[in-house]
C-alpha cells in the first residue's frame, strides 16, 4: 500500500482510506460485509494514539543529521474468525456442559488450553449463560474419553464458535431444569445446586449439548471458491516506531500501538495478553527470526543459534480495542489469537523504509540486509564481503 502511495503521489494514510471497505461491500469472494465497520475512524484513532503525524514530521527534520534514522510505519489489516468457507459446517462441532449434585458446571470442550486463557473464557461465558458465579463453573479436561469433538484449537475460533456453543449448551440447561418444573427464572446459587440434586436423582445425568448450525446468511460455495469465507472479521491499524543504526544496521523498535477492532472484549486482561505476545511475536518475525535450510535441513534449530526477541527487545506495546456487536459469537465476541501476528511485519518494514527510503522485499530485516541496502559507496561492501570469503 505505501508503495502504491508512493508511485501515485499521495500519502500512505490517504491510498487506505480510498480502499477501506465499507458496510454493504464484497471481498474478492464476493462476500458482503454486513458488520458495522468503520475503518475511517480505527485509522484515525491508531493515528492519534501513536502521535503518528507530529512523529512525521520531526522525524524528516532529525533525520538529515546522525547515523540514528527514525520512521513510523502503518499497517492496516483484517483476519476472519473461525475455519475458512465450510469448514466450521464440516467439522460440526459439538460442546456440551454437565451439572453435578453440588451445583457445579463443567465445561465439555476439546479446546486445549496453552496460555491463551481458554479456560478461563469458556468458564466466563457459561457462568454468564447460567446466571452464576464463575467459581461455580469448571471446565473438564480435554480427554476424547469424556469431552465431545468440538473441533481443535486454532483458526481464532474458540471465543467465537466454540463459546457461542457453550453459552448454547449452558442456556439449555437451565431450560431443562426449568421444563422438570425444579427452576424458575430467578434463582439462587443455592437454588440451583437443589435443583441439580433432585434432578440427578430423578432423572440421573444432567447434560446439555449444542452443536454448531452454520447460520442462515453464511454459506460458502466450494466449487465456485464464492461466498462468506468467514463468519465474522477482525479489523486493526499498527503503527510502529523505529530507530535505524546507520552504524551497526540495526533496527530497534521504539513504539508500537496496537488497535484493533475485535467485537466484544470477553476478558481484557487476557485480550490484551494475547495482542502483546502476538506483537511480540512478530517482531521477532520482522527482525530476527531467520529460518536458514540445506539440503532440507534447518541449520539454526537450536536456542544458541535462532535468534528470537528477549523482553529487552521489546518496545512499549500499547493495546488498545473497539468494540463492535458481532452475532455469531459468545455476547458478541470475535476471535482474536491470530490478528497480532499480521500486523507487526508490514508496519515495521514500513517505519524502516521511512526512515531509510531504501524499499524491502523480504523479512527478516536482519543488520546484514540493511548493510546491503545502505552501505555507503565507501567501499564498505566489498570490505564485508572480503571478511564473509576469509570466514
Known amino acids: 500500500m505505501d508503495r502504491i502511495a508512493q508511485v501515485v503521489g499521495i500519502s500512505p494514510i490517504e491510498v487506505r482510506c480510498r480502499n477501506f471497505l465499507k458496510t454493504g461491500q464484497t471481498t474478492t469472494t464476493d462476500q458482503a460485509i454486513r458488520e458495522n465497520i468503520d475503518l475511517d475512524r480505527l485509522l484515525d484513532r491508531a493515528l492519534e494514539l501513536s502521535d503518528y503525524h507530529a512523529k512525521k514530521k520531526r522525524f524528516a527534520v532529525e533525520n538529515k543529521n546522525g547515523k540514528l534514522k527514525k520512521g513510523i510505519g502503518i499497517a492496516s489489516f483484517l483476519h476472519g474468525a473461525g475455519f475458512t468457507g465450510s469448514g466450521e459446517r464440516y467439522l460440526n462441532s459439538l460442546v456440551g456442559v454437565e451439572a453435578g449434585p453440588d451445583g457445579v458446571v463443567r465445561v465439555l470442550v476439546s479446546s486445549a488450553e496453552f496460555g491463551q486463557g481458554t479456560n478461563t473464557v469458556l468458564c466466563q461465558i457459561a457462568a454468564e449463560a447460567l446466571g452464576l458465579p464463575y467459581g461455580n463453573v469448571a471446565i473438564a479436561q480435554p480427554d476424547t474419553t469424556v469431552v465431545p469433538n468440538s473441533g481443535p484449537t486454532v483458526a481464532s475460533r474458540t471465543a467465537m ?3 457461542k456453543l457453550v453459552q448454547s449448551a449452558a442456556k439449555g440447561l437451565t431450560e431443562t ?16 445446586r437443589a435443583a441439580c440434586r433432585e434432578y440427578l436423582a430423578a432423572h440421573g445425568a444432567l447434560k446439555s449439548y449444542a452443536r454448531y448450525e452454520s447460520p442462515g446468511d453464511v454459506y460458502w460455495d466450494d ?3 464464492r461466498g462468506e469465507a468467514y463468519a465474522a472479521f477482525a479489523w486493526a491499524v499498527y503503527i510502529a516506531e523505529v530507530t535505524v543504526d546507520f552504524t551497526t544496521y540495526s533496527v530497534t523498535v521504539d513504539d508500537f500501538v496496537a ?17 502483546t505476545g502476538g506483537v511480540a511475536q512478530g517482531i521477532g518475525f520482522a527482525l530476527y527470526e531467520k529460518v536458514v535450510w540445506e539440503n532440507g535441513r534447518m541449520l539454526n534449530n537450536q536456542m544458541t543459534n535462532y535468534i528470537m526477541p528477549t523482553s529487552v527487545d521489546l518496545p512499549p506495546i500499547r493495546v488498545f480495542f473497539e468494540e463492535h456487536g458481532n452475532v455469531h459469537g459468545a455476547h458478541g465476541a ?3 489469537g491470530e490478528l497480532p501476528m499480521d500486523g507487526p511485519a508490514p508496519a515495521i518494514v514500513n517505519a524502516v523504509e521511512d526512515a531509510t527510503g531504501v524499499r524491502f522485499d523480504s523479512i527478516p530485516l536482519l543488520p546484514e540486509d540493511l548493510f546491503e541496502a545502505l552501505g555507503d559507496k565507501s567501499g564498505e561492501r566489498d570490505a564485508l564481503s572480503s571478511v564473509r570469503g576469509i570466514a
Do not use: H, R, W
Not at 421444563?179 to 439462587?188: E, P, Q
Not at 488497535?259 to 495482542?275: D, F, H, R, S, T
Open 223 to 225: 466449487e465456485k471458491y
Open 161 to 163: 464458535i466454540v463459546g
Open 334 to 336: 470475535k476471535g482474536i
Open 259 to 275: 488497535l484493533q477492532e475485535i467485537g466484544k472484549v470477553l476478558n481484557p486482561v487476557l485480550a490484551e495478553g494475547q495482542i
Open 177 to 192: 431444569l426449568a421444563k422438570a418444573g425444579l427452576l424458575g427464572n430467578d434463582y439462587t446459587s443455592e437454588q440451583f
